[in-house]
């Protein structure tokens, strides 16, 4: 439909040419990866932690290995937007649309206060369990 196809080397240097829309990517690839203090932390943590208490260890350790794998994909595209020159002719940017501008503020918001607090979505997950039954 006329839309450019995107590919690894398109983000090379994004940090020059957008510094926002980098380190919003980039928060988003980081929660992906399950560092603390982002929502991707707490999914991951009570996955492996529902597969342990059924006694999956087997699960929970291929889970992990997923992660590990699945990390080395989220950093290598950080590195890309940060440590590497933008591609010939890259050109900066367009500005987002507001609408867009407060969707992604309101989404890297939502992602650490998960991560610092998840018990604010937990506890009503917790409470209409039973409801689901």
């Not at 983000?11 to 980039?26: C, E, F, K, N, T």
């Not at 999914?43 to 059924?54: E, M, N, T």
């Given at each position: ?40 932390f ?17 699960l ?71 409801l689901?039954?």
């Open positions: 439909r006329g839309e450019k196809h995107v590919e690894l080397m398109d983000l090379a240097g994004l940090s020059r040419r957008s510094p926002a829309m980098a380190a919003v990517l980039s928060i988003f690839l980081l929660s992906l990866t399950g560092v603390p203090l982002t929502a991707g707490f999914g991951k943590f009570y996955i492996f932690k529902a597969a342990l208490d059924a006694d999956l260890v087997w929970a350790v291929l889970g992990l290995l997923n992660s590990a794998v699945a990390a080395y994909y989220y950093l290598r595209i950080i590195v890309m937007m940060y440590m590497h020159e933008p591609s010939i002719g890259a050109e900066p940017l367009p500005a987002p649309a507001p609408g867009i501008r407060w969707a992604l503020a309101a989404s890297v918001a939502g992602t650490f206060v998960l991560g610092v607090a998840p018990s604010l979505v937990l506890d009503y997950a917790t409470a209409s369990a039973p689901l039954r």
